[in-house]
């Protein structure tokens, strides 16, 4: 689930949401409803946007395998 590892990753950054966000140039809102798994698929530019900003690769925080 996206949700999970992309706050295990911005912790492990030591992040805020906010400040990840703005790094990523996501909209706050659109983040904290990725988080809160009420956006179950966000576009895939904006998971590449997130993983840029975290500095990891896109399957690091996508799994297809997942349900």
């Known amino acids: 689930m996206i949700s999970k ?3 295990y990753f911005r912790k492990e950054k030591g992040l805020s949401r906010y400040k990840l966000a703005i790094l990523a ?3 706050d809102g659109l983040l904290s409803k990725i988080e809160n798994n ?3 698929d966000p576009k895939i530019s904006t998971v ?4 840029k900003a975290l500095d990891v690769k ?6 297809e395998g997942e349900d």
């Open 48 to 51: 590449n946007k997130l993983a």
């Open 58 to 63: 896109i399957d690091d925080l996508i799994d």
């Open 38 to 40: 009420q956006v179950k």
């Open 25 to 27: 140039n996501v909209d």
């Open 5 to 7: 590892k992309l706050i």
